[in-house]
């Protein structure tokens, strides 16, 4: 069965940084995702220009149907960019992965870009300048493009269009699919709470969230207990906490999920590859545990390298870890 994604399409500029610096100019938090104008956009790419940077196409929905047709999974994605050589490439790269384009071009607007600033130890601040992604054509949402799809996945990063976002939901719960929300950023909650809270009360089945989302969506910052209060709201919740792994509730069922070692370089996209990963195994099927693994694997082998564009190589490896889940062998602790 097929996932379909909604959300920002954007391309990625990852630039490593030495220190919280240029963080502390800017007035931002270590680990947030911001909003900036054009103009903005271009004084920050004159600032980091002296910096080692890569280009990848991105976008936390983009990431996610990426990373699930990598691992096998029938995708597609809703987004917009602009008539430009960024929006060119970004779908150019999408469709090299086997991910169904479903993605609008606006005639005058710029396509969106993020500036992703990576710490030493792998951490990102995210500067986004959206451009066409705000455009993005809901068209898409008829049911004649949710036919045969079984997941529909959308970016907390949509909760500044609200006219998109809920629209978006409802469609897909109407066409009877699970309906999946990733938090995106506890920025974005922060400043969008009382939405949030609407959404996932009457529409979200399954949903994503790391420590900071979890304890911004709820009253509390201990993982456990923001899980066990957002549980009680929808059918499945996923709470993400970094190294110490990963909660997951559904029902009277729980499941702590390790990691595998791994060597930071860039968190970037890990908690998209995550879900990209659950939900290729939960569309197979998969028990919870088996699901938790998947995304256990795939976003620890994520964060060695920059970006969430994964190389072949990465692929290559996880793959072997992929079978040994799929045929039953618990391989996280």
């Given at each position: 069965?097929?996932?379909?994604?909604?959300?920002n399409a954007l391309?990625?500029?990852?630039?490593?940084?030495?220190?919280?610096?240029i963080?502390?100019d800017?007035?931002?938090?270590r680990?947030?995702?911001?909003l900036?104008?054009?103009?903005?956009?271009?004084?920050?790419?004159?600032?980091?220009?002296?910096?080692?940077?890569?280009l990848?196409?991105g976008?936390s929905?983009?990431?996610?149907?990426?990373?699930?047709?990598?691992?096998?999974?029938?995708?597609?994605?809703?987004?917009h960019?602009?008539?430009?050589?960024?929006?060119?490439?970004?779908c150019?790269?999408?469709q090299?992965?086997?991910?169904e384009?479903?993605?609008?071009?606006?005639?005058?607007?710029?396509s969106?870009k993020c500036?992703?600033?990576?710490?030493p130890?792998?951490?990102?601040?995210m500067?986004?300048?959206?451009?066409?992604?705000?455009e993005?054509?809901t068209?898409?949402?008829?049911?004649?493009?949710?036919?045969?799809?079984?997941v529909?996945?959308?970016?907390?990063?949509?909760?500044?269009s609200?006219?998109?976002?809920?629209?978006a939901?409802?469609?897909?719960?109407?066409?009877?699919?699970?309906?999946?929300?990733?938090?995106?950023?506890?920025?974005?909650?922060?400043?969008?709470?009382?939405?949030?809270?609407?959404?996932?009360?009457?529409?979200?089945?399954?949903?994503?969230?790391?420590?900071?989302?979890?304890?911004a969506?709820?009253?509390?910052?201990?993982?456990?207990?923001?899980l066990?209060?957002?549980?009680g709201?929808?059918?499945t919740?996923v709470?993400?906490?970094?190294?110490?792994?990963?909660w997951?509730?559904?029902?009277?069922?729980?499941?702590r999920?390790?990691?595998?070692?791994?060597?930071?370089?860039?968190?970037?996209?890990?908690?998209?590859?995550?879900?990209?990963a659950?939900?290729?195994?939960?569309?197979?099927?998969?028990s919870l545990?088996?699901?938790?693994?998947?995304?256990?694997?795939?976003?620890?082998?994520?964060?060695?390298?920059i970006?969430?564009?994964l190389?072949?190589?990465?692929?290559?490896?996880?793959?072997?870890?992929?079978?040994?889940?799929?045929?039953?062998?618990r391989v996280?602790?």
């Amino acid at each position: 069965m097929a996932i379909i994604g909604m959300g920002n399409a954007l391309t990625d500029i990852l630039v490593q940084i030495p220190d919280e610096t240029i963080l502390h100019d800017l007035g931002v938090e270590r680990g947030g995702m911001y909003l900036i104008d054009n103009k903005q956009h271009h004084r920050l790419m004159e600032r980091i220009a002296s910096l080692p940077r890569k280009l990848a196409a991105g976008g936390s929905a983009a990431n996610m149907v990426a990373g699930a047709a990598m691992l096998g999974s029938r995708s597609a994605f809703i987004g917009h960019v602009g008539r430009d050589a960024t929006g060119e490439a970004f779908c150019r790269c999408q469709q090299a992965k086997g991910v169904e384009s479903l993605v609008g071009v606006s005639e005058g607007t710029p396509s969106g870009k993020c500036i992703s600033l990576i710490l030493p130890d792998g951490e990102r601040t995210m500067l986004t300048y959206l451009g066409a992604a705000l455009e993005v054509d809901t068209r898409h949402l008829a049911s004649r493009y949710l036919q045969g799809r079984e997941v529909f996945f959308v970016e907390g990063y949509l909760l500044n269009s609200p006219d998109v976002i809920e629209p978006a939901m409802r469609a897909a719960r109407e066409a009877g699919l699970l309906v999946a929300l990733d938090a995106a950023s506890f920025t974005v909650i922060r400043e969008f709470r009382q939405f949030a809270d609407r959404l996932i009360d009457r529409y979200v089945d399954l949903l994503f969230a790391n420590e900071d989302e979890a304890a911004a969506l709820t009253d509390t910052d201990v993982p456990k207990q923001a899980l066990e209060q957002l549980a009680g709201r929808c059918g499945t919740v996923v709470v993400k906490v970094g190294p110490e792994g990963s909660w997951i509730a559904r029902g009277s069922e729980r499941c702590r999920i390790g990691i595998i070692e791994a060597h930071p370089v860039d968190k970037t996209g890990a908690g998209d590859l995550y879900a990209a990963a659950f939900l290729h195994g939960w569309t197979r099927g998969l028990s919870l545990r088996q699901c938790g693994e998947l995304g256990a694997v795939v976003s620890s082998k994520s964060i060695e390298v920059i970006g969430a564009d994964l190389p072949a190589e990465t692929w290559a490896g996880i793959r072997p870890w992929v079978e040994r889940i799929e045929a039953g062998e618990r391989v996280v602790g």
